[in-house]
């Protein structure tokens, strides 16, 4: 079954301890994105990659990281998690060049509160 | 840059009643369209996309789009809504970079 996983769901973190929110899709596609969506906000990309050793920064990338050293993995590291960072985290594949398919896959999210 | 703009944070309808969610984009050329539908505690999916040809495009569950450009707008429509609509709805466009920009959202509230 074509899917993208994010793991973990569901975490509570405390300011300051380094996360790291995994995402791995198995439909071999080149563009790999995250995003955080708040209330009122919609979704806001935070880093994106066309490729493996290729990411770019979004609309909202302070404080996060990325990393894409194979194609299936897109892992969102916090360094230093913040309270501004409890959100409900997405990440998204899609095959060609980011969004020219208009088919974005989501995973199911990922909800971190940081105290 | 591109953007994207959902003017209606909420709407409410009633069972049966059709359906417009509007969008409006903002980008020179003429953009990749699209909606998803992100049902409570789910990620998003794709209920349509445009991309050129015929403006009025047909998508899952019903739903149909149709794309103005002399009014910059790509609204959602459905004639006759279900209880199981009641979902965020998110409208999004990729430009020249490919990059999808979404809107803020609309929430769907349907009462029975």
């Known amino acids: 079954e074509a899917q993208v996983t994010q793991n973990p769901r569901y975490l509570i973190t405390v300011t300051g301890k380094k996360l790291t929110v995994t995402c791995s899709q198995n439909?071999?596609?080149?563009?790999m994105s995250w995003y955080r969506q708040d209330p009122g906000l919609g979704l806001r990309q935070i880093y994106y990659?066309?490729?493996?050793?290729?990411?770019d920064k979004g609309d909202v990338p302070e404080g996060y990281k990325v990393s894409r050293k194979e194609k299936r993995n897109f892992p969102l590291i916090l360094e230093s998690p913040s309270p501004n960072q409890t959100s409900l985290y997405f990440c998204?594949?899609?095959?060609?060049?980011?969004?020219?398919?208009?088919?974005?896959?989501f995973g199911e999210g990922s909800r971190l509160t940081v105290l | 840059a591109q953007s994207v703009t959902q003017p209606d944070i909420h709407i409410t309808v009633s069972e049966g009643a059709s359906l417009e969610l509007r969008c409006n984009y903002s980008?020179?050329?003429?953009?990749?369209l699209f909606w998803y539908v992100q049902s409570p505690g789910q990620g998003l999916q794709l209920l349509l996309k445009?991309?050129?040809?015929?403006?009025l495009v047909q998508g899952i569950k019903g739903f149909e789009a149709e794309f103005k450009r002399s009014q910059s707008s790509f609204n959602l429509r459905k004639p006759s809504v279900h209880w199981s609509d009641a979902a965020e709805y998110f409208c999004?466009?990729?430009?020249?970079?490919?990059?999808?920009?979404f809107g803020r959202g609309t929430s769907l509230i349907v009462h029975p």
């Open positions: 998204a594949s899609s095959r060609g060049g980011g969004g020219s398919t208009g088919e974005l896959f």
């Open positions: 439909m071999n596609h080149e563009y």
């Open positions: 990659s066309m490729n493996v050793e290729v990411t």
């Open positions: 980008y020179g050329a003429t953009p990749y």
């Open positions: 445009y991309f050129s040809g015929d403006t």
């Open positions: 999004g466009s990729a430009g020249g970079s490919y990059i999808p920009t």
